[in-house]
């Protein structure tokens, strides 16, 4: 499986930890699609005939969709985000309730007919959760498996019941710490059916409320089952063995062997007699509980068996894996037919009615015929063969050249999905990504703004065609080709990092790292702010990320929202005190949330927030879904001081050190101070400014400092230089405007463009650990 960091620690470790992450994930798509391959799917059946049934994906992208179903069409009707993970699979129980799993630890449940609310967190599990399942006669107990070993059983009744007061030690959130309606949710009180069907509480200091833990297990578990009373759960995993309990105690009642490798997925029939198991060895096995033995195997697939699914008289078996081929199965007479093929791995299957639908690898989601009530139909068209017992059996077959043709060639209905983002490089700039999707399209992106910048197509676009010996050829654009077009000189310190486990960009921010780059604005082409000024790319960044939520804020609070200190509760003022003595003001920055353009994000395609404060864990929303009542519980300190009270904390590397020498022979000489130092982002033309102003001079500067660095009050005639606190040029001259040259700088005798800053002299042409060393001499030109 994909392994993945997630956004925060959610372990209860007393070790210290790091300062928590704040990511945010970019789309450019519809968002009623998904990104990533899809691998889960559960239906709901409506109960009159003017309702549609809907039909519930979960994806690797982090989300689950819900889509109304009708005969030739589905709709998207809500977007459930709350995950900051893979949602690995999701089950209904009750009447509407939707309950998921994920590679963020978690389960959640929703209202499956709301607008998307996360009505309750379950934290148990240590690692990534992996499956789920689900009591049909019994809406109050789901169970959930991972990796690990760990398999919990949930009284859900028990676990979404109010806590009382008493019980704000146990204080948790359903996503960000507010509901729909801004108010806090507390964490499950997680009680546990005891074997005698009564209620027990189990309590934990750290947790609260516990669930029954079915400890076995030694290693990870990938498939669950549950018969339709409750009584019966069959686990299954790495450990290629079927494990048996008694869900009401957490007991092992049984152990099955017969598989030779992992188990990937169960099924029971609805008195739990009958077992089905597909695995990783390409058999499906049928198992008789009573007896608690094998009594069929069928050799159908020649890849592993990833995906089950019956009818509901248990007499067939459809069945998906790797192969991407999609079986049905006579458990009686042995009959298998080959329904479908597809480009993709098959990951899970649910049967509605006369169909099938299939989620895959793919971000899309394809319903096949399958005569689930009567499956018969099937067998009476002929070209049926008869499964092996024995999985080699079936590869034989294949191998001897018996190819199968698939009943159906086609979908009767696709929902489609977008492609997901494979691959990506950060450009020089640091606010430019190139990236590449499933469908061969390659991108540039914006990060400071969320958006494409550029679509150059698909990677077989033509560029030109090639004739040679009267053949003809045809040159295509490659990701790594116009990576090296779009190369630039420049050096900005890495700020972000990024990954596309979610099929999108998420784009990380970690603290001090992420304040380390700044650029001017004149760079930036920021109107009506001085050329010179310095602007932080991070800062502005969050300024831009989080306009709706500051706009939100300042609605229920007032202007005082944005005032110094206004961000904590009175009980954390020791906290803050500390915090705020390892963070400095930036005295340049202004104390407003204008969101200048190059920061703007889009409201059409907003981009999510993935992120923790002090208490919940972590959380995933919409940057326009903020309430604006979101605080240090639900974000990093360092994120609300920085947006709120304009503080960054203490950076490092932000000045460049050189020295200044004349070239061999040249007969300008200048005064100088020794080794310089000055911000790393400075231009060189402001070091030709500085050399001219000091060949005019006749006497020493008076503001020059015996350290190198420059302050307030230099002296001089008509091309007057000062430099700020913060080590800025200031020059007679526009501070764009480019001098008559007469002077050119030099490194590593290579002249250096009047526009490449300190860094980029320092990483490309010096490359060296030492100071940089510069030289300055008259132009050599016409």
């Known amino acids: 499986m994909h392994r993945v960091g997630s956004a925060g ?106 607008d998307g609310t996360c009505t309750r967190t379950l934290r ?82 750290s947790h609260g409320y516990v669930p029954i833990a079915a400890k076995g297990h030694k290693e990870s578990v990938y498939a669950l089952a549950m018969n339709d009373s409750g009584t019966l759960l069959v686990s299954g995993g790495t450990e290629k063995v079927v494990r048996v309990w008694d869900p009401r105690s957490g ?77 049905l199965t006579d458990l009686a007479t042995r009959e298998s037919f080959l329904l479908c093929t597809g480009e993709h791995p098959i990951l899970q299957m649910a049967l509605h ?108 676009l033509v560029l030109f065609l090639v004739v040679f010996d009267n053949d003809t050829f045809v040159d295509m654009v490659s990701f790594e080709e116009k990576k090296e077009e779009l190369f630039e000189m420049v050096s900005i310190p890495a700020w972000f990092t990024v990954d596309t486990r979610l099929g999108s960009l998420s784009i990380h921010l970690d603290t001090p790292q992420c304040f380390s780059a700044e650029m001017y604005s004149a760079d930036l082409n920021i109107a009506g702010k001085p050329e010179d000024d310095k602007v932080n790319l991070a800062r502005e960044t969050l300024k831009g990320l989080l306009a709706h939520w500051l706009a939100k804020r300042k609605q229920r609070f007032g202007s005082q929202a944005s005032a110094n200190g206004d961000l904590l509760s009175g009980k954390d003022v020791s906290h803050r005190s500390l915090t705020h003595s390892r963070v400095e003001a930036d005295i340049n920055a202004e104390n407003d949330s204008m969101v200048y353009p190059p920061f703007e994000f889009s409201t059409v395609y907003p981009p999510s927030i993935i992120t923790e404060g002090s208490h919940g864990g972590p959380w995933r929303k919409k940057i326009t879904d903020l ?23 203490p950076r490092e590397n932000t000045k460049c050190s050189f020295y200044l020498h004349p070239c061999e022979g040249s007969t300008v000489q200048i005064l100088t101070q020794g080794k310089l130092s000055a911000p790393r982002i400075l231009r060189i033309h402001k070091v030709i400014n500085y050399v001219i102003e000091k060949m005019v001079l006749d006497k020493p500067l008076d503001g020059a400092n015996p350290d190198g660095t420059f302050t307030p009050g230099l002296a001089g005639g008509q091309l007057q230089h000062s430099v700020i606190g913060d080590g800025t040029f200031r020059s007679g001259l526009k501070p764009w405007q480019k001098p008559k040259p007469s002077i050119e700088i030099l490194c590593n005798n290579q002249v250096l463009a009047p526009d490449m800053s300190l860094a980029t002299v320092r990483a490309y042409i010096w490359k060296k650990a030492d100071d940089l060393v510069l030289n300055y001499r008259l132009f050599q030109g016409r």
């Not at 549609?52 to 009708?70: I, M, V």
């Open 9 to 114: 620690n959610t372990n209860n470790s007393s070790r210290p930890r790091k300062e928590k992450r704040l990511t945010y994930v970019l789309n450019d798509a519809d968002d009623t699609k998904h990104c990533a391959g899809v691998n889960c799917l559960a239906l709901l059946k409506s109960s009159g005939t003017d309702v549609s049934d809907y039909l519930f994906t979960g994806s690797r992208d982090g989300t689950l969709k819900r889509w109304a179903l009708t005969d030739d069409a589905a709709t998207c009707s809500t977007t459930f985000e709350s995950h900051v993970d893979w949602v690995n699979d999701a089950v209904l129980v009750g009447d509407n309730t939707l309950v998921s799993c994920s590679s963020d630890t978690t389960l959640k449940t929703w209202n499956s007919l709301s």
């Open 251 to 327: 007991s092992k009642t049984m152990k099955l062997r017969g598989h030779t490798d992992n188990i990937r997925a169960l099924i029971l029939d609805s008195t739990g007699r009958l077992c089905l198991s597909g695995s990783s060895d390409s058999m499906i096995r049928l198992w008789d509980l009573g007896q608690q033995r094998c009594v069929h195997s069928y050799a159908v697939h020649t890849d592993s068996v990833w995906a089950l699914a019956s009818t509901p008289a248990f007499s067939h078996v459809y069945s998906g894996g790797r192969d991407l081929s999609l079986y």
């Open 124 to 205: 148990q599990h240590s690692d990534y959760v992996t499956c789920l399942a689900a009591a049909e006669k019994n809406s109050n107990i789901v169970a959930s498996g991972g990796l690990g070993g760990e398999v919990f059983i949930w009284d859900l009744e028990a676990a979404l019941a109010p806590l009382s007061k008493s019980g704000d030690a146990m204080e948790d959130d359903c996503s960000n710490g507010i509901n729909g309606s801004g108010n806090a949710l507390p964490i499950s009180s997680l009680r546990t059916i005891s074997s005698s069907n009564s209620i027990s509480v189990h309590t934990n200091q």
């Open 353 to 460: 009615d006369d169909s099938i639908w299939a989620a895959t690898s793919d971000s899309s989601v394809h319903r096949w015929p399958a005569e689930g009530r009567n499956p018969q139909k099937v067998f009476q068209r002929g070209g049926s063969f008869l499964a092996g017992n024995l999985s080699f059996s079936r590869a034989r077959v294949s191998l001897e050249g018996s190819a199968l043709v698939p009943v159906y060639k086609e979908p009767t209905l696709t929902i489609p999905g977008t492609p997901g983002i494979v691959q990506h490089e950060i450009l020089n700039n640091r606010r430019h990504v190139l990236t590449k999707d499933t469908a061969g399209s390659v991108k540039l992106w914006e990060i400071t703004k969320g958006i494409v910048v550029e679509d150059y197509g698909k990677v077989t």
């Open 627 to 649: 309430e604006g009542t979101e605080d240090e519980k639900d974000f990093p300190f360092w994120c609300l001081d920085c947006v709120l009270n304009n503080r960054l904390p």
